[in-house]
């Protein structure tokens, strides 16, 4: 029985964590190019009454054996990178990426992170910049008379000014991607950062031979939540706590009874 309590009660703290995740993913579901999680879980170490496999007698052996096991924890809450939904919008500097791959930005210390979310702006200098004021790496430039951007599926940006007909090239967008997207750690704003697990960056153009997606403009990528799903396994990991918890109701009313044999 007391293996029981604390067998249930790691089903009710992993349990708790699913749900953590869960309201994670329903609080972003209006974010632009986040990517929800998904929590695994995995069996903790059995205790072998009878090994699978021991010696029954001189010429058998124990078929399936006696193995109890000492409940679960959560392991991992893997980033899911299926593509979001496109949202129409007028503004030249919003970008889809169509495939694989992250936009690089400048962070203000100099450090380079990796975000799928494309509503760029323009800062007071013209460059090209997330929602946080981070420049888009490598820079580009737009010259404030220009009267129009344009920003083609391969990457290459473009504007035209006043009294000239032929567009000016302004730059060349590159994409990253990585051996392993689900082992990249989030550091919030829509950012990533490279680690071990997720592997360097592979840098190339948009459509290049890298693997990369290529880039639709006047579009947002919306989060691949998806808020029919997020509530049904909601309610799957309600019910798993639920039932976790009567095992510990049980468990101790069954100690409330052995307690009263000797009375």
Avoid: C, W
């Avoid at 083609?152 to 473009?158: C, E, F, L, N, Q």
């Amino acid at each position: 029985m007391i293996r029981a309590l604390y067998s249930a009660a790691s089903g009710m703290t992993a349990q708790q964590i699913n749900v953590d995740n869960i309201a994670h993913n329903l609080a972003n579901a209006s974010t632009v190019g986040f990517k929800m999680r998904r929590t695994q879980f995995q069996d903790l170490l059995y205790q072998s009454y009878v090994q699978p496999g021991a010696s029954a007698g001189a010429q058998t052996t124990v078929p399936t054996g006696l193995q109890l096991g000492l409940g679960t924890r959560p392991v991992s809450n893997e980033i899911i990178f299926t593509q979001g939904n496109y949202q129409p919008t007028d503004n030249p500097l919003d970008i889809v990426i169509q495939g694989r791959g992250f936009f690089q930005v400048r962070r203000a210390n100099g450090e380079l992170a990796y975000t799928r979310a494309g509503n760029f702006h323009l800062d007071r200098d013209g460059n090209i910049v997330t929602p946080d004021g981070d420049q888009l790496d490598p820079q580009i430039t737009i010259p404030p008379d220009a009267q129009s951007v344009t920003i083609a599926a391969d990457g290459t940006v473009s504007y035209t000014q006043p009294n000239q007909s032929a567009a000016q090239i302004a730059g060349q967008i590159q994409l990253a991607n990585f051996a392993n997207p689900a082992g990249l750690n989030s550091i919030g704003g829509n950012l990533f950062l490279p680690t071990d697990a997720s592997g360097d960056a592979i840098l190339g153009n948009p459509g290049g031979q890298e693997g990369l997606g290529t880039l639709l403009q006047n579009y947002l990528e919306q989060s691949n939540v998806s808020v029919v799903e997020e509530f049904i396994n909601l309610i799957v990991s309600q019910r798993a706590y639920e039932a976790n918890s009567k095992v510990v109701r049980a468990a101790d009313e069954m100690y409330q009874q052995v307690n009263q044999l000797g009375r």
